[in-house]
């Protein structure tokens, strides 16, 4: 993978992976559930890890969340997270399914860059909503203060 200094790394889809792309591209955030015996699981894979069922289907969650934890990247950084900095990745407990953990960016809104919230507002239990931003030809998750 080659990137311009000026470009943010992109996710790379896998196989198990691509349909979270596909719906983050419509707006949706969904997660890999198992239609054996309903449990939702991340990261995508092919087989249920509780009941070993290799039949799943891609369910919509709210977009709700809170901040599970959240760490201030320090240098030092490729170049465009460098001209970024300080900025924040927080991992976000969904609300319909508090044992996944998505990581991302708390932002000030959608288009915002990383460095749009104040470190010293970040919160762990603070409630956050998805958002998608728009980079390099991916819909991206990012997240907002449900009250900023
Ligand atoms: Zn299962």
Redesign the pocket.
Known sequence: MTTAPDELLLPVPDEDGAPFWEYAAQGELRVQA?T????LRFPPRPC??????FDSEWRPVSGRGRIWSYVLPHPPLLPAYAAQAPYNVILVELADAPHIRLAGNLVSSADAPLDSVDPARLRIGARVQVVFTETGGMAVPRWILEKP
Do not use: D, L, V
Not at 36 to 39: I, P
């Open positions: 198992c054996a015996c309903g449990r249920c890890p509780h009941c070993q069922s």
